[in-house]
């Protein structure tokens, strides 16, 4: 199995909702990471976690909040955005933390309104 | 983390043989090179790696010269379904903390009948 699982695929949410993306794994990986992107620009880090611990936040504004409940799983908790945060957010895995063979998911694409 | 230079389009036909140069004039001895491809609303999809010299597998080639300050991703007989855009990426996947899987602006690969 390499696949990188995220729901939903689509989400229109309010700018006071509170929602939550998901993505999962079983390919024993360790490493877990959240990328956005805009139309037509490359995918944009915004969270690496490493043996479930986060290693990386990307100066990411506190309104997304990750978490990680376990090795396999992946969430990225969202509350009181923007129109600009619309975008595709991909979810992705690696053996480890610095591993560039990564697996992506299909990504869920987010519409604040 | 060395930057990565490519051209933002191609176009190309169905048969033709494509090649996508990637130019990393500051890559690192530890340095490998990854490219990725990545379809409109989906993730980007690992194709091929390598260190030096020339790597192949069912997909791709990869020719990086002696000096590794560029590289080539070559797709044989490209089809219609090669319409994608296509990233080089640049890092030392042994350190673990400090690679951080960014991407740079890709190349955007259109194959016509």
């Known amino acids: 199995d390499t696949e990188v699982t995220q729901t939903p695929k689509h989400l229109v949410m309010g700018m006071t909702n509170k929602k939550s993306l998901k993505c999962e794994q079983h390919?024993?990986?360790?490493?877990m990471y959240w990328y956005k992107q805009k139309a037509k620009k490359p995918p944009e880090l915004m969270f690496v976690?490493?043996?479930?611990?986060?290693?990386i936040n990307e100066s990411v504004p506190s309104r997304f909040s990750p978490e990680c409940p376990n090795s396999s799983l992946l969430n990225l908790h969202l509350h009181a955005l923007q129109p600009e945060d619309s975008a595709l957010y991909l979810c992705?895995?690696?053996?480890?933390?610095?591993?560039?063979?990564?697996?992506f998911g299909q990504g869920t694409r987010l519409t604040v309104v | 983390l060395a930057k990565t230079t490519q051209p933002i389009s191609m176009d190309s036909y169905e048969g033709q043989e494509v090649n996508i140069t990637c130019s990393h004039n500051n890559i690192a001895t530890n340095d490998y090179i990854t490219w990725y491809q990545q379809f409109p609303s989906q993730g980007p999809r690992f194709i091929i790696q390598?260190?030096?010299t020339k790597v192949t597998n069912e997909v791709a080639s990869l020719f990086i010269p002696a000096d590794r300050k560029s590289s080539t991703l070559s797709l044989p007989r490209v089809s219609l379904s090669d319409t994608a855009v296509y990233y080089c990426?640049?890092?030392?996947?042994?350190?673990?903390?400090?690679?951080?899987?960014?991407f740079g602006t890709g190349t955007q690969l259109k194959v016509e009948l």
């Open positions: 976690y490493s043996y479930e611990k986060l290693s």
């Open positions: 390919m024993g990986h360790r490493a």
């Open positions: 990426l640049v890092g030392d996947i042994y350190t673990g903390g400090g690679n951080k899987l960014t």
């Open positions: 390598g260190y030096k």
């Open positions: 992705a895995s690696s053996q480890r933390q610095g591993s560039t063979e990564a697996f």
